[in-house]
């Protein structure tokens, strides 16, 4: 068992130990773990017998307690509740009547209730201002019932443990885009929401084009509006300049890679972008810590192997001891049994390696990493489905007839906000953000300081330079590129995110995102100085590459900074 950092325990004593007996004392993070691993082993005493479940228990303990590999959030929380409920990711559908949009509202809160997130999208609702009808009135519009859905998520906190996360959607021809695109530019509005325009193909060819675009009423698919696509796609810019919202999600790439299209079209994701899902479906995670998976210079693959293996099954299993708030999830879920297997301590995995991040051998080996993870997944859920059966909808599916799946997705790259302090390391595919920061947020009893990045700090040793002052420095920047007395190669390899330019955040986005069948959420950090024109362009990069989404962040924007380089000296 390995020892929980003071940032880790803090957090798990606030939010994920369960309270024992009298209520007084708190179980540990071990018994934490292996409560998690009881649970989820338990999924195969539907197969075979006790001794068989036994061994996975033991399994899954061992690559939990090694952190080599954690489940998501609610997983760790709920695992063993009456009605546990393990998933983070759910999509649901916006109906366009009262009585539905009242309907998905109050899933939507006994989702987040569980701790899990909520994706929509909205564009079925008809805009805003149309006359509503029998009962005379006009129609509030999308972006009014989105301001209902976030004050209600405010109101209702995940567990009691987090604020619910939303993504909220609007395709691109919807008549109240335009309002939509500038929904958070006036500051503190939609906490709880993440924005995305749902973009088209001919979108995008028609603003390289300078063509014109239409809006489409939802009901009647009559023209509603015509402008030059320009005009919104420059709102569009304007926004993500602004606060870094809107980001875009890209439905005809997803479209193309749904293996479930003749069942459905997807409209929607999770709130961070990494599991694009039908209506009702919902989808848990796990990642694959890199960074414990170097030894002797090199990655470790035999051992990476049968990590994800385990790991695979370990998410099968969830599905099948997991709870859900309703029968039509439950039933979407079953049906497509989705699971999404990711990766965090990617710039670790690269530290450990002495490899710079904004590197083509980082990309590289990106590709290397990725790939080889995606077809371990994939025979992994190909072997599942020989012992345990396909899942359901596996006829109609894309696989049938070559290869028989358990599981209709296997990889999605999450961003690990929370499981990557609990494992100590650096989040999902993102560079460090900084080699000593401060987080506020995270818990209700103060911020969260972490310390100088010991692998720095043992380069600095080593290296004979001067320890104390040149911590001290860092301590205060958080960074160390500044720093002359250092050598090239080792302030290059301590880049961190604003250091790296926002071309290599996008790279490893998109070979990540080549090997990942759901998504890849991450963010790309841009300069404070970078234009609306600079975010274009990445935009435009990132459709072109066949990216399924993409946000961006450009320092200092946006009115909520939860993060700091520097702790002081
Ligand atoms: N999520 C959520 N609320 C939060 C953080 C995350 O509902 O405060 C959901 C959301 O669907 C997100 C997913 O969990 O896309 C994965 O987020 P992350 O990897 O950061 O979660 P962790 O498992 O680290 O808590």
Redesign the pocket.
Known sequence: MENFTDNALRILQERYLWRKGNGEELESPEEMLRRVAKYVAQAELKWSGKAEAEKWESFFFDMMSTLVFLP??PTLMNAGLPKSQLS??FVLPVKDNLSGIFDTLKLAALVHQK???TGFNFSRLRPAGDPLGSQGGHASGPVSFIKLYDFATEQVK?GGK????NMGILNVDHPDILEFIRLKVNGKALQNFNLSVGIFDRFMEAVAEGRDWQLIHPNSRKVAQTLPAKEVWEAILEGAWENGNPGMVFLDTIHAANPLSKIGRIWAT???G?VPMLDYESCN?G?VNLSRFVSNGKVDYQKLKETVRTGIRFLDNVIEVNHYPTIKIEKATLSNRKIGLGVMGWAEMLLRLQIPYDTEEAVHLGDQVMSFICRVSQEASHELALERGCFPNWEVSAFNPQKVMRNATVNSI???????ILADTSSSIEPLFALAFQRKKVLNSGSLTTEVHPLFKKAVEEGGFPVQEILAEVRASGRCGHIADLPYQLRSVFKTALEIQPEWHLKHQLIFQKHTDNAV?KTVNLPETASPKDIGRIYCEAWKNKAKGITVFRNNSGNEQVIYQGIGK
């Open positions: 998501n959030s983070a990711c701790g899990g997130g995940q987090r604020r619910g996360a999770n709130p961070c990494e995670l990642s999450a961003p690990t906000g929370t499981i990557s959420s």
